[in-house]
């Protein structure tokens, strides 16, 4: 049976061949190496940030987490950055000659400005930068444009909530002040104060005397009948008095309910819980050094081997 790979004739050639490929080998190490340097590649620093979404109101059917990862990505908060750090001239872009600066910057904040969703249901801010103080400021920016823009959704929710609180207020203020005028001029004009109290006092002393049952109740002496006006007019006295109690119940209950919207629309709310805080990093993040040159000297030595291949096979059928 025929062999497939003979390692003894693979040793061979590799023998060989073990000075080309020993220069081969050298050769990508040291120009990867000086390729992945500060001169030709400049150094990143990296800062992260892990927080929990907190007091957020749902809209739709998106989750806390959701919400959180599409408010970060918002234009607002992009450009907001992306002027507060000049990262046009940050990643030197020429805005005056390249007419796609803008796609080019949001490209490159993309790639250096990442949220990330973790196992842990909690969501990642990372801030890649050339500087390491850049890099924090950043990370800790982010985080207080994504409060202030949350803060400002739920404002403007509560803000409506409250304009529409306050015209309900007025129209029931409105509403107590006619019912109470309605039921003072009864007072005046029929001398009815307490229904129920008065018509309980002739009931006990049977008596059709309106001085004495007037001056109990500090009615005019001279007012109408009071006994008629009880029995004319006392139902719709009655029924003015409730209607007036269960506006004033409605109005104190609006009128709890819009406080209760003021003082949340005066009250900073912080929407995250920070699990992991930004901290300045002491050593660069990207280029990977020994990564570059590991997969720079594997490329080579592939390729140089797959050649000297190709070339013994073509001696070997000669």
Known sequence: MEKVFDLSKFTAVI???K????IIFIASALISAIASSPLFIKPK???TVVVYPTNNKAYGTETPIEQMLQILEAN??????????????????DSTENPYYTTD???????NIVFNKTKYESVEIEVLDYSADTALLIAKDVLAMYNMK???????SLIEIENTLKTQLAAKKREMDQLDSIAKDMRI???ILDYENQVRYLSRNGKNNDEDIAGNYGVNSKSPSLIKNLKEHGGKYIAVQNQLDQCRFAYNNIKAEYENVVKEINRKLDYTLMVVSPEKADKKSY??????????VISSMAMALVVISIHEQNIASK
């Open 15 to 17: 023998w060989k061949w």
């Open 19 to 22: 000075t080309h490929l020993s």
């Open 45 to 47: 620093y990296k800062s």
């Open 76 to 93: 607002d908060i992009r450009n907001a950055i992306i002027n507060k750090y000049h990262l046009l001239s940050h990643y030197e872009i």
């Open 105 to 111: 910057v949001n490209k490159e904040y993309a790639e």
């Open 150 to 156: 949350m803060n400002n959704i739920q404002k403007t």
């Open 189 to 191: 004009q029929y001398g």
């Open 287 to 296: 280029p990977i050094r020994w990564l570059i040159v590991l997969v720079s």
